[in-house]
């Protein structure tokens, strides 16, 4: 599953107000629980499903016919989840007649009694009749996975205009059990037989392959959908609704694409590399594509970023879009990632939840090295890059759990960033220390030898130590077994004809002690000197003999260390890195520390020159560097700049451009946000009416005016700071929409600018209407969990500042903000429960 956590979620404005949250929140005290992999008694060895569906009451009408066998030793029992079922009858399959079995369930789980006690030589089918009543589940869900009951119904009465009615199932961790009675664990296999009976107008997809399809006298129609090769319960799903499938192949298999009909048509623009990375990972690993096709759908309302059910990958709505979404925007690497689990996570599973890593941590490492296949090197770097700052963002002072953690709170704290970000750049640095050649044969290994079962990290280990002959047991202690990461503090000098790097590691005391092997350039007389040092204790020192003071030691060349380096770089080496070792991380950080030196003229030299680079990432970063108040600073940069908002060929640089010209406040840019609102970049739209908001906002009112809707549904919350600053009781309509009916995007996009729009309005009836609204949003979307505190400040705020204000008013004015602070009051009061 490819996560989208809450803190990626939040809008450009609310991101700004409460950045540092998430590092204040102190992590919870981790259980001290041993978390064992689930026992099997039994193994599933075929399910067969025949549902329906219910709208008006939101159920699901099951029949389940399981197959099983003991697991080793004999058993007479039968222990399946099945969340909140009303169960109707459970029985043993005969071959002339089913005869009813004894049973207790206590809502959570169904304890069957069987009619003998059977060997694992033996297998029984049981039927089970029952009824799934999803949303009367009394169930949680985690920043990560959003809702846990199994399967959800979109605008089952049809009521939301414009927006399709829809099923869809979500599995991980263990919610398949909310929809069909199972043993709902990871280690779990079995093959499938799905049948859906739907109204006729509707498409169905599941896992593996449509066998028939059977229309009904009452307009339903049954579709069978049959997965011939095991998978684990959490993997099953089903989606329903008037989806437009688009049909694409690879070496013979289907290969299809389901999206709402208005997104049809650009199905080749969202989808069409998906043939090209089945190729890619397929030669990579050595193993093809194993099942039997792969599709990929779109729903609505998703409760988290995508899902890899096994052949038949379900998506968010974010990533569907128009040709003009695509300018700013794709979701290239949730593809990949998703597409990297059909071998990581669905041919080979996780054997329980604290081996997590065997799935999520090789999907995203997956994504990164797709986009060096796709587009270069420095993509590869850059996407790798971004994994680590995201982990290093989420951690204090070196200290992380541990990545194969067997003692957590909840399974779904599994879904985190050592999961997904560090896990991958381990594997990445996996791969740098072995070589790829070796690293993809001991994937392969493990791969085959594990097909269709489980895994965990020492099988892996295993595998690549058959394949490398090297010992890797010390890797995998360290960066599998034990948290944390490196904070090396180092310092360069030159004595006596000498190179010396002197490095500390000065992460937390509680965090272990790292053995870090690692390459060194030096650059010294127009050379570069390669060398390899392994950095093992608390402080250490090494000195190479040279010919010259070097101008650059590049410690960690290949950029492959999972931690921090904090060293003691001028600015002139810095400059030298950016030209002579120029890997992305190296243009970066060059690119970070002219910007902090931004007013002295060879920082400003060096941040021209990376408004050439060849990054669209780094060009928006140079960028940034550049303080256009100051009129020097334009005559150096400001045509250059005015060029790349016109020109770049990338929008996020274009409107990074444009953002910068707006900060000079000068009117004379007015004419290039005037271009800018004529671009087809969304986002370049959006800038540019923010730069006029700045620069020139006497001219926003017909400028508003003059925008399609189609672009004023795309920049909203551009148009949410602007009525702001207006404050136009007129405006009000457009922030109820918002809260009353937009998802958690939408929502934070605007709501600190409807707070702030509230504050100006002087209208009582709009401030209690839209304090509700706020309040009745943020709790909807699940926003008010981790933003609820800070809109209880903001509100308290405003309440007295109202207050404030009335005691210099009279009459009418007066009762009116005194009524105002009220409406905060309570809306505080409400988020404080």
């Known amino acids: 599953m490819n996560k989208i956590f809450t803190t990626g979620l939040i809008g450009v404005a609310l991101l700004c107000s409460f950045t540092s949250l998430q590092a204040q929140q102190e992590a919870p005290k981790t259980n001290q629980v041993y978390r064992v992999t689930p026992t099997k008694i039994n193994d599933l060895v075929h399910t067969k499903l025949d549902v329906s569906f219910d709208y008006a009451k939101r159920y699901l009408y099951g029949k389940a016919w399981l197959t099983l066998t003991p697991h080793f030793y004999p058993t007479d029992t039968l222990t399946l989840d099945a969340k909140g079922m009303d169960i109707k009858s459970v029985a043993l399959v005969g071959a002339k007649a089913n005869t009813p079995l004894k049973y207790t369930y206590d809502n959570e789980q169904l304890f069957v009694q069987l009619n003998k006690k059977y060997t694992r030589s033996e297998k029984y089918t049981i039927y089970i009749a029952y009824t799934a009543k999803p949303d009367e589940l ?306 392969n290994l493990y791969l085959r030898t594990n097909a269709y079962k489980n895994g965990e990290p020492h099988q892996l280990r295993l595998a690549l130590e058959e394949v490398s002959g090297r010992d890797l047991l010390p890797y995998f202690n360290q960066w599998y077994y034990a948290g944390g990461h490196p904070i090396l503090d180092v310092k360069y000098d030159y004595k006596d004809g000498n190179a010396v790097i002197d490095v500390k590691q000065t992460q937390s005391p509680d965090v272990q002690t790292f053995t870090l092997p690692l390459k060194v350039d030096l650059y010294v007389g127009g050379q570069k000197i390669s060398k390899e040092i392994t950095i093992n204790s608390r402080e250490q020192s090494f000195s190479f003999p040279v010919s010259a003071k070097p101008d650059l030691i590049d410690l960690d060349a290949d950029k492959i260390l999972v931690g921090q380096i904090k060293d003691n770089k001028t600015l002139e080496n810095y400059i030298f890195q950016y030209s002579n070792a120029p890997s992305y991380a190296n243009r970066l950080k060059a690119i970070e520390q002219a910007t902090f030196n931004n007013k002295e003229k060879a920082a400003q030299q060096l941040l021209l020159k990376a408004l050439d680079d060849k990054n669209a990432t780094l060009r928006a970063m140079a960028l940034k560097g550049f303080n256009l108040k100051d009129e020097q600073i334009k005559a150096l940069a400001g045509e250059k700049i005015v060029a790349l908002a016109k020109n770049d060929k990338n929008s996020n640089v274009r409107s990074t451009a444009i953002a910068r010209l707006a900060m000079s406040g000068d009117k004379a840019y007015v004419p290039v946000f005037q271009n800018g609102l004529k671009e087809q970049s969304y986002k370049v739209i959006g800038t540019s009416l923010q730069a006029m908001n700045m620069v020139e906002p006497t001219a926003l009112g017909s400028i508003v005016a003059g925008l399609d809707q189609d672009t004023k549904d795309h920049v909203p919350s551009q148009l949410a700071q602007i009525y702001a600053s207006l404050g136009d009781d007129s405006f009000h309509p457009f922030y109820l929409n918002i809260a009353n009916t937009g998802n958690i995007n939408a929502l934070a996009g605007v709501v600190m600018a409807y707070s702030n729009y509230l504050v100006k309005n002087k209208n009582p009836k709009i401030t209690q209407e839209g304090a509700q609204a706020i309040v009745n949003g943020m709790n909807r979307t699940k926003l008010a969990q981790y933003y609820g505190k800070q809109f209880v400040q903001v509100f308290t705020t405003a309440e007295q500042n109202k207050i404030k204000e009335a005691e210099s008013a009279s009459g009418d004015a007066k009762d009116n903000l005194l009524k105002q602070a009220a409406y905060f009051k309570a809306a505080a009061a409400e988020l404080n429960k």
């Open 138 to 443: 009394k169930v949680k869900g985690s920043a990560a996975i959003t809702d846990a009951k199994g399967l959800y119904f979109i605008n089952p009465d049809g009521a939301i205009k414009d927006k399709p009615i829809e099923i869809w199932t979500q599995g991980e961790t263990e919610a398949s059990s909310a929809w069909f009675p199972t043993i709902d664990k990871p280690n779990q296999k079995t093959t499938a037989e799905i049948a859906m009976t739907v109204q006729a107008k509707y498409t169905t997809l599941s896992n593996g392959k449509l066998v028939s399809q059977k229309a009904n006298a009452n307009g339903t129609r049954t579709d069978v959908w049959k997965m011939d090769q095991p998978h684990s319960p959490y993997l099953f799903m089903m989606a329903v609704g008037p989806f437009q499938v688009y049909k694409d192949s690879w070496k013979g298999k289907e290969v299809s694409y389901y999206l709402e009909p208005k997104y049809a048509p650009y199905a080749k623009q969202i989808f069409g590399k998906t043939p090209d990375m089945m190729t890619f990972y397929s030669n990579i690993l050595g193993i093809d594509y194993p099942w039997v096709k792969y599709a990929q759908v779109v729903a609505r309302d998703y409760v988290s970023g995508a899902m890899e059910n096994t052949s038949a990958t379900l998506h968010g709505e974010h990533v569907q879009k128009t040709p003009r979404e695509l300018i700013d925007a794709n979701e290239q690497g949730t593809i990949a990632h998703e597409l990297f689990h059909q071998w990581f996570g669905d041919y080979v599973t996780a054997e329980s939840w604290s081996n997590l890593t065997m799935n999520e941590s090789f999907a995203t490492f997956g994504e990164v090295v797709w986009h060096g296949h796709d587009e270069g090197k420095d993509a590869e770097d850059e996407s790798r890059y971004g994994k680590l700052t995201s982990y290093l963002g989420s951690t204090k002072n070196g200290e992380s759990p541990v990545l194969a953690r067997f003692y957590y709170n909840d399974k779904e704290d599994m879904f985190d960033n050592v999961s997904y970000a560090k896990g991958s750049i381990i594997l990445y640095a996996l791969k740098n220390l072995l070589g790829d050649d070796a690293f993809y044969k001991g994937l």
